[in-house]
Each structure stands twice: as structure tokens, then as C-alpha cells.
């Protein structure tokens, strides 16, 4: 894996592949990876005991094997990777190569990238967390980024609107798995309503009247049991991490997600990528996970 500076590089240097912006957008995209490559995304998650179980020390160059080998074994067939920038973030500007690699490769291979940074900010601020990661020619530009509303919803109107202007997505934090994620997202507002259901209700304005999915998404814990109390029909995808590792299972979404469960893009880490780091192993799992959700969700 070469890796290129931050800036002043070449474009035509850069593989062949997709173009890093598509005018369609982001929903649409992923409704049709979904339907083609199954609903499911992989994260890339190489945190330390992770690195270890593969057999790589923890620093850049086991950063950048343990990236490259799961953008290899699953880029080309899995609908969406999640890169989490945390992992890559804390080796620092070495990590970051690394990380604009893995995103460029990802997406050159066919795989829809989604960033797992949870920025939330005001402003100016905002507006510049947005612009690392939605602004077409950015270095690190992602099909979508994970976000945090818990400074008001309103706070991330800079990264709505570059998203929509650039043909990305987000996913917004809404009903997390962590057990400590209730004492936010269940306290309830003067209107009667919680502040979970508060950020569906405005996913949903944002995706109304989209077709055949909008692109702003919610993230739903699939280990959250029964959520019939709140209407998860925002027009928008759901990203549910959960599966596998942390108990959840693919007969479990139907239960969960009920009529939205088409929606629905379940992530799986950790059970996928312990079969690392033998490339076939990593492919067959990541397959399997496919092919189990798909099944599931097309019998409702």
C-alpha cells in the first residue's frame, strides 16, 4: 500500500476505479448495494487485542496490513465498510494515511464507506468536521459519516447540508446500544415525546419525499429488543451494530425493526474479523453474515 500525502498529490496517480463522488444519492446507492451485495456492513475496527490475534504488532505497519487485508477480502462484496477512525486516528498523521488508503481502496473496489467518527459540534466547528469527511475532494470524503446530535439536532445542519450537497449520508446516533446512551436518548421532552424519537422525527423530515431511501440515517442497537414504541419508518436507512460479538443475531432484526426492518443495515465486527487474518476465511464470513441477514429480512 503506497500512501500519499495529506495534499499536493497528483489525482491521476490515484487507482482507477469509481469516481469518489457520485450525483446520485447516498440512499439510492445504498438501496441498490443493499439489494445486489446483501445488507451488511463490516467494520474495520483493528484495535490493539485485535492487531494481536492477527499477529501484528500495534503500530502503523500492523494498521495498514490488518486495513488493507479486510478491504481485500470483502471491498469487492460487501455493501458497506466502517472504517472507525478512532483506531486509525491514534497513530496520527501516519494513521490518517493509512485511513485515506483504506477509504480510497474501499470505494474503488465497489464497497459504500461509512465513516465512524461521531463528530458533534457548533458552528463553524461543525461546518469543519463536516468538510473532513462529506466535502467531495476532501482526502478522507466518505459515502457517509456518523454523527452525534446531543448539542441539539440543529448543530448539524452544516453536515446535513454539505451531505446533501456532495450526495453523501449520515447516520445520526438516535437509540444506541451502550446502556448509558438511556439517560440521554430516553429523557423525555416537555412535548411528551423522548429525545430518541425526537432525532426519527426529524431523520424523517429530512428523507421525505425521497426515493427509494433518503439519505439520512439513524443508528438503532439490534440488541435493543422490542422498539414497537417508536416509528423507525424515517424513509432513511438503519444502521445497527450489535450482531454477532455483542449478542444480537440475524433472525433477532425482524423482532427489533419490525415493518422498517428492509431498512435496516446491520454492522458485524468483531465475528468477522477474528477470522482474519486469512483472506478467504475473512471472505466466507463475511458472506455467511450476508447471506443470514438477507434470508431473514426478505422473510418478513
Given at each position: 500500500?503506497?500512501?500519499?500525502?495529506?495534499?499536493?498529490?497528483?489525482?491521476?496517480?490515484?487507482?482507477?476505479?469509481?469516481?469518489?463522488?457520485?450525483?446520485?444519492?447516498?440512499?439510492?446507492?445504498?438501496?441498490?448495494?443493499?439489494?445486489?451485495?446483501?445488507?451488511?456492513?463490516?467494520?474495520?475496527?483493528?484495535?490493539?487485542?485485535?492487531?494481536?490475534?492477527?499477529?501484528?504488532?500495534?503500530?502503523?505497519?500492523?494498521?495498514?496490513?490488518?486495513?488493507?487485508?479486510?478491504?481485500?477480502?470483502?471491498?469487492?462484496?460487501?455493501?458497506?465498510?466502517?472504517?472507525?477512525?478512532?483506531?486509525?486516528?491514534?497513530?496520527?498523521?501516519?494513521?490518517?494515511?493509512?485511513?485515506?488508503?483504506?477509504?480510497?481502496?474501499?470505494?474503488?473496489?465497489?464497497?459504500?464507506?461509512?465513516?465512524?467518527?461521531?463528530?458533534?459540534?457548533?458552528?463553524?466547528?461543525?461546518?469543519?468536521?463536516?468538510?473532513?469527511?462529506?466535502?467531495?475532494?476532501?482526502?478522507?470524503?466518505?459515502?457517509?459519516?456518523?454523527?452525534?446530535?446531543?448539542?441539539?439536532?440543529?448543530?448539524?445542519?452544516?453536515?446535513?447540508?454539505?451531505?446533501?450537497?456532495?450526495?453523501?449520508?449520515?447516520?445520526?446516533?438516535?437509540?444506541?446500544?451502550?446502556?448509558?446512551?438511556?439517560?440521554?436518548?430516553?429523557?423525555?421532552?416537555?412535548?411528551?415525546?423522548?429525545?430518541?424519537?425526537?432525532?426519527?422525527?426529524?431523520?424523517?423530515?429530512?428523507?421525505?419525499?425521497?426515493?427509494?431511501?433518503?439519505?439520512?440515517?439513524?443508528?438503532?442497537?439490534?440488541?435493543?429488543?422490542?422498539?414497537?414504541?417508536?416509528?423507525?419508518?424515517?424513509?432513511?436507512?438503519?444502521?445497527?451494530?450489535?450482531?454477532?460479538?455483542?449478542?444480537a443475531t440475524?433472525?433477532d432484526l425482524?423482532?427489533?425493526?419490525?415493518?422498517?426492518?428492509r431498512h435496516?443495515?446491520?454492522?458485524?465486527?468483531?465475528?468477522?474479523?477474528?477470522?482474519?487474518?486469512?483472506?478467504?476465511?475473512?471472505?466466507?464470513?463475511?458472506?455467511?453474515?450476508?447471506?443470514?441477514?438477507?434470508?431473514?429480512?426478505?422473510?418478513?
Amino acid at each position: 500500500m503506497t500512501l500519499h500525502p495529506t495534499s499536493g498529490h497528483d489525482p491521476s496517480t490515484e487507482p482507477s476505479g469509481p469516481p469518489r463522488l457520485s450525483a446520485e444519492p447516498f440512499g439510492a446507492r445504498l438501496r441498490r448495494a443493499m439489494d445486489e451485495r446483501g445488507p451488511l456492513c463490516v467494520g474495520i475496527d483493528p484495535h490493539a487485542a485485535l492487531l494481536a490475534e492477527w499477529g501484528l504488532h500495534d503500530d502503523v505497519a500492523g494498521l495498514e496490513r490488518f486495513s488493507r487485508t479486510v478491504v481485500e477480502a470483502t471491498a469487492d462484496q460487501i455493501a458497506v465498510l466502517k472504517p472507525q477512525s478512532a483506531f486509525f486516528e491514534r497513530f496520527g498523521s501516519r494513521g490518517l494515511a493509512v485511513l485515506e488508503k483504506t477509504v480510497e481502496e474501499a470505494r474503488a473496489a465497489g464497497a459504500l464507506v461509512v465513516m465512524d467518527a461521531k463528530r458533534g459540534d457548533i458552528g463553524s466547528t461543525m461546518a469543519a468536521y463536516a468538510e473532513s469527511f462529506l466535502r467531495k475532494d476532501a482526502p478522507l470524503f466518505s459515502d457517509a459519516l456518523t454523527v452525534s446530535p446531543y448539542l441539539g439536532y440543529g448543530s448539524l445542519r452544516p453536515a446535513v447540508d454539505l451531505a446533501r450537497e456532495s450526495g453523501a449520508g449520515l447516520f445520526v446516533l438516535a437509540l444506541t446500544s451502550n446502556p448509558e446512551g438511556a439517560e440521554v436518548q430516553h429523557a423525555v421532552r416537555p412535548d411528551g415525546r423522548n429525545v430518541a424519537a425526537t432525532m426519527l422525527a426529524h431523520l424523517a423530515a429530512e428523507n421525505a419525499g425521497e426515493e427509494p431511501l433518503g439519505s439520512f440515517g439513524a443508528v438503532v442497537g439490534a440488541t435493543l429488543g422490542d422498539l414497537s414504541s417508536y416509528d423507525l419508518d424515517i424513509n432513511g436507512p438503519l444502521l445497527a451494530p450489535g450482531i454477532g460479538a455483542q449478542g444480537a443475531t440475524p433472525a433477532d432484526l425482524p423482532r427489533v425493526f419490525g415493518a422498517a426492518v428492509r431498512h435496516v443495515v446491520p454492522n458485524v465486527s468483531r465475528s468477522v474479523l477474528r477470522h482474519g487474518p486469512d483472506v478467504v476465511a475473512l471472505r466466507d464470513a463475511a458472506q455467511r453474515y450476508a447471506e443470514e441477514i438477507r434470508a431473514a429480512v426478505t422473510a418478513v
